[in-house]
């Protein structure tokens, strides 16, 4: 794969064929060698629920290939997309964390790969990189980059991205042009370096069959551009516009898949890395903090506590890094594991999650089996804490320190939550959908059961159960709606409530404050209350909108298999159905996200100078923090609400139609002779395969009786 593209890009670009031109050229080319991971057995350590999960799997693999046979042509097709949701499965693992952290060092040792991301990754990059481990890649894909699409640029250089927004809404011109400043020299260094390329890059992707260090460096890493030796590898060179990077790994070593995303952060001059962070971890199945022992959440890591104020507690893991450069860490890590608890508990996110002490230096010598590399000092700390760490110790030194870096512990804290969550969720989605495939196969076999005297047993024609379905189809979309509706609105009253409730006791203090040192008095605000009460507000729509996806979603199940019973008679007496499994309802990340109240800059204090008087403070005050909180309500109801309704609609009519075709077919079915009924399907083969579903439906806690047509 050729690097000069500037050339054949913009000679085929003046065609008229951007997009094409770049799709010809970014090509795989011949395959290279690239990375390969560490072979080392030391990653089987703490991978005992990961080995559950694929056991579980496995089972239910074995289940379905058993009735594969006995099933209808239309479910043996739904059955191979259960296949494609089990196949499809890798738990997404975010890793987020403290600047010069480790957080970097740790992916990559999870990964089985030290070395390979690059640790030094450039402030000013917004590269969300994820290293899909054991997940089937795209074909002739290893690694994949995306960029920024145009919109994404324009706005960030107009309005200087979230920073900007709040810059001008609290009157701080010099703030906010000095923010565009910095994005505009950000962009001419990026142009220089890409010439024509710039904007045919905008919103397009490179893919590549091999994957190795100075490939990545490309795209993630600015480096430094007066390098002579940075300019020779083209460090960089893509890093301004890169969106995202997807790398796949084999890991043998780890019995499921996993994708580790590696974010750009929390705390950034303009939260583009913020916003691009809070966005992935929406999406995620386990958080995982990186913290440094010398700096636990320091106050510079306020922007973590309320990141983490947003989340469940199963969904985060503190990995405290870098206990390798503390003097004494036999002592010294209780004393962080008590100040860290004291931290979070005084910002109201106590209990958050399980804290791991370790150190990612300590796991990559074991890996890379270079302990005598490590400095006497390090040796000494790994001999300190190994007095305090409760793990037995082994003949083996290798083993000994990859034990004592903590990275065992926390492969398996990422597979235990991984086991009760995705996995756990994903398994009871596909037994599920398969004990109605399996239902379902048993109607239209009770269907092809003939009496003696000719008569087909369905008892209504296809036109009847489809206006009955249609008809079941409206009256429970409409019902989700107007309820949907009604949680929506006390939503948005509950944190309008709050909103007003911070604003004014806000309002209140700052008065008094002025009051007694005047503007000049030091003043901070503590938005974390309005958090935890906006978050209060969120969690009660969580709870109404999971029993309305419970009541609604049960229900439909209901109505169907009475459509099913009143279709097929007497058979279908013992028939059952699963309702589907309601969607999750993600937590509410935006609530996380930097407010203008949370900036404590010198704009800030001018703002509050500028203002005469506690009145016109107050007043613009109230508007200021009403504008910032409302942008968050709107972010949680666009993007949050919106999307929970939308996939629990989409949950109910997927089920409706499914089940209505499959009746609907029954009921055609059941008009034909007997004659070509019992050529179709005889009844010796009929009762075997009824046997069999039956049979599988007892492996998923279906009836404990079989339904009589099977019986006979």
Same mark, same amino acid.
């Given at each position: 794969?050729?690097?000069?593209?500037?050339?054949?890009?913009?000679?085929?670009?003046?065609? *008229?064929?951007?997009?094409?031109? +770049?799709?010809? %050229?970014?090509?795989?080319?011949?395959?290279?060698?690239?990375?390969?991971?560490?072979? =080392?057995?030391?990653?089987?350590?703490?991978? !005992?629920?990961?080995?559950?999960?694929?056991?579980?799997?496995? $089972?239910?693999?074995?289940?379905?290939?058993?009735?594969?046979?006995?099933?209808?042509?239309?479910?043996?097709?739904?059955?191979?997309?259960?296949?494609? &949701?089990?196949?499809?499965?890798?738990?997404?693992?975010?890793?987020?964390?403290?600047?010069?952290?480790?957080?970097?060092?740790?992916?990559?040792?999870?990964?089985?790969?030290?070395?390979?991301?690059?640790?030094?990754?450039?402030?000013?990059?917004?590269?969300?990189?994820?290293?899909?481990?054991?997940?089937?890649?795209?074909?002739?894909?290893?690694? %994949?980059?995306?960029?920024?699409?145009?919109?994404?640029?324009?706005?960030?250089?107009?309005?200087?991205?979230?920073?900007?927004?709040?810059? *001008?809404?609290?009157?701080?011109?010099?703030?906010?042009?000095?923010?565009?400043?910095?994005? @505009?020299?950000?962009?001419?260094?990026?142009? $220089?370096?890409?010439?024509?390329?710039?904007?045919?890059?905008?919103?397009?992707?490179?893919?590549?069959?091999?994957?190795?260090?100075?490939?990545?460096?490309?795209?993630?890493?600015?480096?430094?551009?007066?390098?002579?030796?940075?300019?020779?590898?083209?460090?960089?060179?893509?890093?301004?516009?890169?969106?995202?990077?997807?790398?796949?790994? #084999?890991?043998? &070593?780890?019995?499921?898949?996993?994708?580790?995303?590696?974010?750009?952060?929390?705390?950034?001059?303009?939260?583009?890395?913020?916003?691009?962070? @809070?966005?992935?971890?929406?999406?995620?199945?386990?958080?995982?903090?990186?913290?440094?022992?010398?700096?636990?959440?320091?106050?510079?890591?306020?922007?973590?506590?309320? @990141?983490?104020?947003?989340?469940?507690?199963?969904?985060?893991?503190?990995?405290?890094?870098?206990?390798?450069?503390?003097?004494?860490?036999?002592? &010294?890590?209780?004393?962080?594991?008590?100040?860290?608890?004291?931290?979070?508990?005084?910002?109201?996110?106590?209990?958050?999650?399980?804290?791991?002490?370790?150190?990612?230096?300590?796991?990559?010598?074991?890996?890379?089996?270079?302990?005598?590399?490590?400095?006497?000092?390090?040796?000494?700390?790994?001999?300190?804490?190994?007095?305090?760490?409760?793990? #037995?110790?082994?003949?083996?030194?290798?083993?000994?320190?990859?034990?004592?870096?903590?990275?065992?512990?926390?492969?398996?804290?990422?597979?235990?939550?991984?086991? /009760? *969550?995705?996995?756990?969720?994903?398994?009871?989605?596909?037994?599920?959908?398969?004990?109605?495939?399996?239902?379902?196969?048993?109607?239209?076999?009770?269907? *092809?059961?003939?009496?003696? #005297?000719?008569?087909?047993?369905?008892?209504?024609?296809?036109?009847?159960?489809?206006?009955?379905?249609?008809?079941?189809?409206?009256?429970?979309?409409?019902?989700?709606?107007? %309820?949907?509706?009604?949680?929506?609105?006390?939503?948005?009253?509950? +944190?309008?409530?709050?909103?007003?409730?911070?604003?004014? =006791?806000?309002?209140?203090?700052?008065?008094?404050?002025?009051?007694?040192?005047?503007?000049?008095? &030091?003043?901070?605000?503590?938005?974390?209350?309005?958090? +935890?009460?906006?978050?209060?507000?969120?969690?009660?729509?969580?709870?109404?909108?999971?029993?309305?996806?419970?009541?609604?979603?049960?229900?439909?199940?209901?109505?169907?298999?009475?459509?099913?019973?009143?279709?097929?008679?007497?058979?279908?007496?013992?028939?059952?159905?699963?309702?589907?499994?309601?969607?999750?309802?993600?937590?509410?990340?935006?609530?996380?996200?930097?407010?203008?109240?949370?900036?404590?800059?010198?704009?800030?204090?001018?703002?509050?100078?500028?203002?005469?008087?506690?009145?016109?403070?107050?007043? $613009?005050?109230?508007?200021?923090?009403?504008?910032?909180?409302?942008?968050?309500?709107?972010?949680?109801?666009?993007?949050?609400?919106?999307?929970?309704?939308?996939?629990?609609?989409?949950?109910?009519? /997927?089920? @409706?139609?499914?089940?209505?075709?499959?009746?609907?077919?029954?009921?055609?079915?059941?008009?034909?002779?007997? !004659?070509?009924?019992?050529?179709?399907?005889? $009844?010796?083969?009929?009762?075997?395969?009824?046997?069999?579903?039956?049979?599988?439906? /007892?492996?998923?806690?279906? %009836?404990?009786?079989?339904?009589?047509?099977?019986?006979?």
């Amino acid at each position: 794969m050729s690097e000069d593209h500037d050339d054949t890009i913009g000679s085929a670009a003046a065609g *008229g064929d951007a997009g094409q031109a +770049m799709g010809a %050229e970014f090509q795989p080319g011949p395959s290279r060698v690239g990375v390969k991971p560490s072979d =080392s057995p030391l990653l089987r350590l703490g991978t !005992e629920a990961m080995a559950g999960i694929a056991a579980e799997f496995a $089972e239910l693999r074995s289940l379905m290939e058993k009735i594969g046979g006995a099933l209808d042509e239309r479910s043996a097709r739904r059955l191979q997309v259960i296949e494609s &949701q089990l196949s499809d499965f890798s738990a997404i693992v975010t890793v987020v964390g403290q600047v010069k952290a480790g957080k970097t060092s740790l992916i990559n040792v999870l990964a089985g790969a030290p070395g390979l991301l690059p640790s030094d990754v450039n402030p000013w990059t917004s590269v969300v990189t994820t290293l899909h481990l054991n997940k089937v890649a795209p074909k002739n894909t290893r690694a %994949e980059f995306r960029f920024f699409d145009r919109g994404e640029w324009d706005r960030l250089v107009r309005g200087g991205g979230r920073l900007g927004e709040m810059a *001008g809404r609290a009157g701080a011109a010099e703030e906010l042009r000095e923010i565009e400043r910095q994005i @505009l020299e950000v962009r001419r260094k990026s142009q $220089e370096r890409l010439g024509r390329n710039f904007e045919l890059l905008l919103g397009q992707r490179h893919s590549y069959d091999y994957l190795d260090t100075p490939l990545i460096e490309r795209y993630v890493c600015l480096g430094d551009p007066d390098d002579p030796d940075v300019q020779a590898n083209k460090q960089g060179r893509f890093a301004d516009l890169t969106r995202s990077a997807d790398l796949y790994i #084999d890991l043998p &070593q780890y019995p499921t898949a996993l994708s580790l995303q590696d974010t750009p952060g929390v705390n950034d001059p303009f939260l583009m890395r913020e916003q691009i962070t @809070l966005r992935v971890v929406r999406n995620t199945e386990l958080c995982v903090v990186v913290l440094s022992a010398n700096q636990a959440l320091n106050t510079v890591d306020l922007a973590l506590i309320r @990141l983490l104020s947003t989340l469940e507690k199963r969904q985060v893991v503190i990995f405290v890094n870098r206990i390798d450069e503390l003097e004494q860490p036999s002592t &010294q890590v209780a004393e962080i594991h008590e100040s860290l608890i004291s931290t979070l508990t005084r910002h109201g996110v106590g209990g958050t999650a399980d804290i791991v002490f370790g150190s990612a230096k300590w796991a990559e010598a074991a890996l890379t089996n270079r302990l005598d590399e490590m400095s006497r000092a390090s040796i000494e700390t790994l001999f300190d804490w190994a007095q305090a760490a409760n793990i #037995d110790r082994t003949d083996d030194p290798v083993s000994y320190a990859w034990k004592l870096s903590g990275i065992p512990t926390l492969i398996d804290a990422i597979g235990v939550r991984v086991a /009760e *969550g995705a996995a756990a969720r994903v398994l009871e989605k596909a037994r599920k959908q398969l004990k109605n495939i399996v239902a379902q196969s048993l109607a239209a076999n009770m269907a *092809g059961s003939v009496q003696f #005297d000719g008569r087909a047993t369905v008892l209504m024609t296809a036109n009847e159960v489809k206006a009955r379905t249609q008809t079941l189809s409206r009256t429970l979309q409409a019902e989700l709606d107007r %309820e949907t509706n009604a949680i929506l609105t006390d939503l948005k009253n509950r +944190m309008k409530a709050a909103n007003e409730a911070f604003v004014d =006791s806000t309002v209140a203090a700052m008065i008094q404050h002025i009051q007694i040192y005047g503007p000049e008095g &030091q003043w901070e605000c503590d938005p974390m209350r309005l958090r +935890m009460q906006l978050r209060v507000a969120y969690l009660n729509f969580a709870r109404a909108t999971r029993a309305l996806a419970q009541s609604v979603l049960s229900r439909a199940a209901r109505e169907v298999l009475g459509v099913y019973k009143d279709l097929l008679g007497e058979p279908a007496a013992d028939l059952k159905l699963e309702a589907p499994l309601a969607p999750a309802v993600p937590p509410p990340v935006a609530i996380g996200k930097t407010i203008v109240v949370d900036l404590q800059a010198s704009w800030w204090k001018r703002w509050l100078r500028a203002r005469r008087g506690a009145e016109a403070f107050a007043g $613009e005050y109230r508007a200021l923090i009403a504008a910032e909180t409302a942008a968050i309500v709107k972010e949680i109801e666009e993007q949050q609400v919106t999307a929970v309704n939308e996939a629990l609609r989409m949950a109910l009519s /997927e089920f @409706l139609d499914d089940h209505s075709e499959a009746l609907v077919e029954i009921a055609r079915a059941g008009t034909v002779d007997s !004659e070509r009924l019992s050529a179709a399907v005889g $009844e010796r083969e009929r009762i075997e395969k009824a046997a069999v579903l039956q049979a599988a439906l /007892e492996a998923l806690g279906g %009836e404990e009786e079989a339904p009589k047509a099977a019986r006979n």
